[in-house]
């Protein structure tokens, strides 16, 4: 089994389709790592939320997130998202740096 994390844009998605592209991802990747694959939880709730600056807060988020990041396998980058979002990006750079498995997404959109 994989922990596999996944790496999408979030800001302004609902939450249900958070789940739904999660769960796609999560079918995806089995088939083609021919394996089981746990998806890291990277969801975090509105109400966790500190109060801090629009700014400060993507920078609290994007520490919550790198946190769940140490804890998988690989990373997924779902539809490019590291190429349109700075989260993503980072996260890209930081995978990249560490020697974490990187898995694109190549499916159509």
Known sequence: MMK?????????????????RQRDAKEYLEEVLGTEVEIVD???DD??????SYDMLKVWYMSQS??????ADAIFFLHNSHLQSPGCMLE?????TYNLQIIYDKREE
Not at 4 to 20: A, C, D, L, T
Not at 47 to 52: F, N
């Open 92 to 96: 890209h750079i930081i995978a990249n």
């Open 4 to 20: 596999i994390f996944i790496s999408q844009i979030m800001n302004g998605v609902p939450r249900g389709e958070i789940i739904k």
């Open 47 to 52: 109400d966790a939320e500190p109060d801090l």
């Open 42 to 44: 990277n969801y975090f």
């Open 66 to 71: 790198l946190s769940k990041l140490a804890t």
